[in-house]
């Protein structure tokens, strides 16, 4: 079983709000000097690759498309005791819209060799967008199952506990397959064995370019967005919190209600 | 010195932050609170490769190199000083000395379980009458046939309370002073080896500190470590080492007084503004950044000399000295910065300084570093 | 002159509230610039949905029977609204942002050589242009996207848009698509569906909703926060973190991956307030906030809030509430 995982490096979604900062030109996220992390679910996908290897064996690679530091990406993964990482990081290709980053992806994995499987994560951590999984799935003409918490295979086929509404379902599926994945108690990834990071940290990876993947040009960059960021902004919050004082717990509480009651929420 | 981090060492870090961050800093209070070893978050830490970060991987380490070693320990330390010390006795106390004067049997048997986080180990130096004065060591060993007797008591030991293995130093004979200190690998259970009292401490209060006798404790020749007395040698080298892994200790629990003073003072208001727009409290920490910024740089300038396999007891020394004295005056301003909550043990402020206290004392007081560093000066 | 084609779902009359949402929402759209709302309608039989789609603002509907409609299956779907989209040729096509339309409308956008745009808060025209509002960087931000290209798939929020009302007597026009729809094409079957039992009011429509997160330590406190949600007529939800750790139900989850809701009122309880988890709150009316770190972001988007441990503050609480409640 080879999988393949894509994942994405970020800028960690968890600062506090006041280290949030737009960019006026390029209406994107400054950077400064915040620290990167592999976006949340992805880290999901990756212990569910590796998960699945350690049950029906194969192997895992990490593939990555980012800026030359999304390297760092990758060697956390093989940290994780990935088998393999690509590094795809070619300047112009970063502009690309979702459309124009799964046709990149898709020429790599081919690059690579399709795979079992192929996975994603659920939401991208920053843009959050869901949509990674599907258009992959459409651009290899694979069969996609979204928002799954759990791979198994069966009979030779993938049994998958996908999340909906109201509960979940279990759906079957032959491979290849692309699945996005979900987090849930059975998928919180795990930390990276030291020795497993000395491994990782002189593993050799492949960084594609442009010319490597023999893309074409219509579909990506900048000029191919089929959608333009008109305008981005952060909302205005009323931050004020009323914080309730009180002696004692109960006696907060007690002020809690009754304030809840004066603005007829209750 | 080139302080870029290598990839190895930056994954290091950000593995130990993570470990750090959600699994250990949230119980931090609890286990000062309770005194209770964490054992399940050791154990996790030992599966991680964290109890034998310098151990090559053939004896069940993780092969690193002692500057990340010392990149761990400060993240572990910052989130809990228990951790910190049953991290760093455990690496430096234990694996270290075995690895570096084991014969390869020894290092099989002694090593690889200790290394490989599934047992634990401790070092046993200090005596009720020797502890700066290192060399006087009451507890004796004598020699009968293939095996070694030992007697006596060893006080204030880190880890004692759980350890599979112990390093115990004993004399052949009194009267050649350090020349006749020899080092025992001796494993739990040897009949005679006994866990006789537990400390309450002031602080690092989630690791145990135990009075252990040996009441005619019989170890095979087999379990000597270098020969017949080299066991003060083994003792200062091993020290040399270990007071790098306190001052990555030390710098951990300064970062930690001045992160959470950082917070509290952007957050809590008084005369209408919040305290850090008081000068008072920015020169405050501006002192203790700058300071830790100093002490970091020493502790890692140590492990850079050691892992070049350069003389580094002075550095070690300087490093050990600067960082805990740097921690305490860093948890002390904390204290001062929180006020009055800074004086309750609802707020991590004083567990800070309780913990940073033992790092000027453990390993050899700052007195024996200054000797230390005196008499290097000097020779 | 904007057509919008949205994807119907449910097969009742009324259709479903994310159907009539759309409507809604594809009502406003089109009338700004004189174009026509037409709806998709994938059935295995004959159900009322289609007269009530007309009543609630449909102008014509392209309605598809099939066998293998017979339920959500993404390849038949996918298949099925590419040869509708074809016919219909909308410049808009919106989809719910459910469980389906998320799976289907990337799907969809990438055979029809469309724009994309999901998780949608707000649309309108723009002259010619068609402008998208939706949440960035975790509901940080707010992004106004404009099309660069026809058609763009976009799904909608579900409690986002005013829903259509009926308009009595209204009828449109029902033009009957021939599929060709290969059993072939099914790539992927759902062999078990397992709900999970939901007590009391649905958590998307609830007035007051009570969540839970890490704080919380385990399973055990949630039966208090029940209790809590049963006096004040409200559901129970829960952050990331708890549903994470097995203590409750991922349905139950409140947040970018789970549910966004916008009741009259909030309350978090030992919720820390990671963006995850805020994106799927922010829009509740009246926030409170129960959690012992002060400096907690949760605190920087809530209405009121008690610095304290949930232990000792929510049994009073409960108690008072009670009584306000009954009395």
């Keep these: 079983m080879h999988t393949i995982v894509c994942i994405k490096q970020i800028i960690d979604p968890e600062i506090p709000a006041d280290q ?172 990276s064995k030291l020795k497993d990071i000395m491994v990782a940290a002189k593993k050799q990876v ?53 304030r809840l009651r004066e603005l007829k929420v209750i | 010195m080139d302080f870029e981090l290598t990839e190895e060492q930056r994954l290091f870090q950000e593995t130990a932050q993570q470990v750090a961050e959600k699994e250990i800093t949230p119980i931090a209070e609890r286990v000062d609170e ?54 760093s006795v455990n690496n430096s106390l234990y694996c270290e000395p075995v690895l570096r004067f084991g014969m390869e049997e020894q290092k099989r048997r002694f090593l690889a379980p200790v290394a490989s986080g599934k047992s634990m180990g401790c070092f046993c130096l200090s005596e009720p009458g020797a502890g700066s004065d290192a060399a006087n060591q009451q507890t004796t060993a004598r020699r009968e046939g293939d095996w070694y007797v030992l007697n006596g008591t060893k006080n204030f030991i880190t880890n004692g309370n759980e350890a599979d293995y112990a390093i ?88 930690a ?70 921690a305490m005056r860093a948890s002390i301003k904390g204290v001062q910065i929180f006020g009055g909550y800074g004086y309750m043990m609802d707020y991590p402020a004083q567990r800070f300084m309780r913990d940073a206290k033992i790092t000027e004392i453990y390993e050899g007081t700052s007195e024996v570093q200054r000797m230390v560093i005196a008499s290097a000066l000097l020779s | 002159m904007t057509d919008v084609l949205i994807v119907a779902g449910g097969q009742g009359n009324p259709p479903s509230q994310n159907t009539l949402e759309l409507l809604g929402a594809a009502r406003r759209l089109a009338d700004a610039t004189q174009g026509r709302v037409k709806a998709a309608v994938l059935e295995s039989a004959p159900t009322p949905l289609t007269a009530g789609l007309f009543g609630y603002g449909a102008d014509q509907v392209f309605r598809a029977e099939h066998p293998l409609l017979n339920g959500y299956q993404g390849d038949v779907y996918v298949a099925a609204l590419s040869q509708i989209a074809a016919q219909a040729a909308p410049q808009v096509i919106l989809l719910a942002d459910d469980s389906c339309g998320k799976e289907v409308a990337p799907r969809l956008a990438h055979r029809l050589n469309a724009g994309l745009v999901t ?43 005013t829903p259509a009302s009926e308009l009595a007597g209204r009828t449109g026009e029902e033009i009957a698509v021939a599929l060709t729809l290969e059993a072939s094409l099914v790539r992927t079957k759902v062999v078990q569906k397992v709900a999970e039992e939901v007590r009391g009011v649905k958590l998307e429509n609830a007035r007051v909703v009570v969540s839970g997160g890490r704080g919380l330590k385990g399973p055990e406190p949630f039966k208090q926060l029940e209790e809590l949600a049963q006096i004040l007529r409200g559901a ?88 306000l409640t009954q009395g």
């Excluded at chain 1, 088998?83 to 795809?88: F, K, N, R, S, Y």
């Excluded at chain 1, 009323?238 to 809690?256: N, V, W």
């Excluded at chain 2, 070893?37 to 380490?61: C, D, N, S």
């Excluded at chain 2, 919040?274 to 100093?294: G, K, S, V, W």
């Design chain 2, 168 to 255: 115990v130093f004993a004399t052949v004979n009194k009267a050649l002073k350090h020349k006749g200190i020899c080092a025992f690998a001796v494993e739990r259970g040897t009949p005679g080896f006994t866990v006789a009292h537990l400390e309450k401490k002031l602080g690092i209060r989630g690791s145990s500190c135990a009075q252990l006798t040996f009441d005619n404790c019989r170890v095979s020749a087999e379990n000597l470590l270098g020969k017949e007395g080299e066991g003060f040698k083994i003792a200062l080298a091993t020290l040399d080492g270990g007071r790098i892994g306190i001052a990555a200790q030390a710098v951990g629990i300064a970062r």
């Design chain 2, 34 to 87: 309770s005194g209770q070893f964490p054992r399940e978050t050791i154990a996790q830490l030992g599966e991680l490769g964290f109890m034998g970060v310098a151990v090559p991987q053939e004896y069940g380490g993780a092969g690193a190199d002692t500057v990340c070693y010392v990149l761990a320990l400060e993240e572990i330390s910052r989130a809990c000083a228990s951790h910190g010390v049953i991290m």
């Design chain 3, 236 to 323: 129970v939800g829960a952050s990331r973190a708890a549903t994470d750790a097995g203590w409750v139900p991922a349905s139950w989850q409140v947040g970018q991956t789970g549910k966004t809701v916008s009741p009259d009122l909030y309350i978090a309880v030992g919720i820390s307030g990671a963006t995850q988890h805020l994106a799927g709150m922010t829009g509740s009316k009246t926030i409170v906030a129960i959690n012992t770190d002060p400096d907690a972001p949760i605190f920087k988007v809530a209405h009121l809030g008690i610095v304290g441990d949930y232990k000792a503050i929510l049994p009073k609480l409960l108690e008072k509430c009670r009584d």
């Design chain 1, 20 to 191: 949030f900062k737009l960019d006026a030109s390029t209406k994107r996220q400054v950077r400064g000097g915040l620290s990167l992390v592999i976006s949340a679910y992805d880290q999901n996908a990756l212990e569910v690759a590796l998960q699945l290897r350690e049950k029906v064996g194969g192997k895992v690679t990490a593939l990555c498309l980012g800026e030359s530091g999304a390297m760092g990406a990758i060697k956390t993964a093989l940290g994780m005791a990935v088998d393999e990482g690509v590094l795809v990081s070619d300047p112009p290709l970063l502009e690309s819209d979702p459309f124009g980053v799964v046709h990149i992806l898709a020429k790599a994995i081919q690059k690579i060799g399709v795979p079992d499987l192929v996975l994603t994560g659920c939401v991208s951590g920053d843009t959050g967008d869901k949509v990674m999984g599907p258009l992959i799935a459409e651009e290899l003409g694979l069969p996609c199952v979204t928002f799954v918490s759990k791979v198994e295979v069966k009979d030779g086929k993938a049994l998958v506990r996908r999340i909906v509404e109201d509960g979940y379902e279990l759906v079957e599926a032959a491979f290849p397959l692309v699945v996005s994945i979900i987090s849930d108690d059975s998928n919180v990834p795990r930390y």
């Design chain 3, 119 to 161: 998780e949608v808060l707000a649309v309108e025209g723009d002259g010619p242009a068609v402008l998208f509002r939706r949440q960035m960087y975790g509901g940080r931000t707010i992004a106004t996207l404009a099309a660069q290209r026809f058609p763009v798939v976009a799904t909608v929020k579900p409690r986002t848009m």
């Design chain 1, 206 to 258: 492949p960084t594609w370019k442009t010319a490597d993947l023999g893309l074409d040009g219509e579909r990506v960059g900048a000029g191919a967005a089929r959608l333009q960021m008109r305008d981005v902004s952060i909302p205005e919050r009323d931050s004020k919190c009323e914080i309730l004082d009180g002696e004692t717990p109960e006696e907060r509480a007690e002020r809690l209600a009754l």
């Design chain 2, 257 to 326: 007084a001045l992160e959470a003073s950082r917070d509290y003072s952007k957050q809590r208001i008084q005369f209408g503004k919040p305290i850090a727009a008081n000068q008072a409290i920015q020169f405050m920490l501006a002192d203790m950044a700058t300071e830790i910024d100093a002490a970091r740089l020493l502790t890692l300038n140590a492990a850079l000399l050691k892992d070049r396999g350069l003389r580094h007891t002075k550095e070690s020394s300087m490093a050990k000295l600067y960082a805990s004295e740097v």
